[in-house]
């Protein structure tokens, strides 16, 4: 029976994924990006036909463990656009601080002006970061840990949706500053969209994801002792 579960997880979980990628080259709208259709039916079916979702990752962590190929897999465009990672070096590492910054203190301004409790604070605040080291901080500085991992997915699945909306909006055509926004605020998910873009955002947005993580391990838990 576990045998069925897990062949089951994994081929409903990509034919599902294959069917809404089909139905966003079709209708090529933010919302209908397929890992968010794909994660929204997905969940629904689960609660729907009573899964557990211990059971559904029986398989599903089979997928899950192919994401650390899939990062790794970044390091081709990134090493194609590495001229750009040395030609603006300091613009990328400013950018990810003050971004990293002024996610910190908008998300804990915002929460402690409408009375959020302290232990929610800490956890709302790593939700930029890329899943395991968010966890990892967020259980470091106090707060609750599978919380923050959905307020990371609801982070991504934000910026790859309203994205290209604000880079439209705000006439944000530069590659780099693409990059930055993205892969420090929206991580993998973010990442994702940025493909559609082309090789030099997906670069940078990689390389930002990546150092948004280092920094925001380091200021993270620092801006929690000073304000918290």
Partial sequence: MRKVNVVLSIISTIVIYLL???LY?????????????????????LLV????????????????????????GLAYPLYNQRHLLVKYKYSIISGLFIAMISGLISVYVLLVLFKVERELILTALPKSLTTPIAMQVSETIGGIAPLTAALVMIAGFAGAIFGPAIYKLAKINSPISRGISMGSASHG???SKL?????????IGSVSMSLS????????????????
Wanted: charged fraction near 10%.
């Fill in 189 to 191: 998910v973010g990442i």
């Fill in 25 to 45: 080259q079709r209708f090529n709208y933010p919302f209908l990006l397929p890992v968010v259709t794909a994660s929204i039916i997905i969940i629904v079916g």
């Fill in 49 to 72: 036909l009573h899964i557990p979702y211990e059971v559904y990752m029986e398989g599903g962590k089979w997928l899950q463990h192919l994401l650390g190929p899939a990062i790794v």
């Fill in 20 to 22: 809404m990628a089909k």
């Fill in 213 to 228: 993580a280092v920094i925001g391990a380091v200021i993270c838990p620092i801006f929690a002792i000073l304000f918290l």
């Fill in 195 to 203: 493909n559609e873009y082309g090789e030099e955002d997906l670069s």
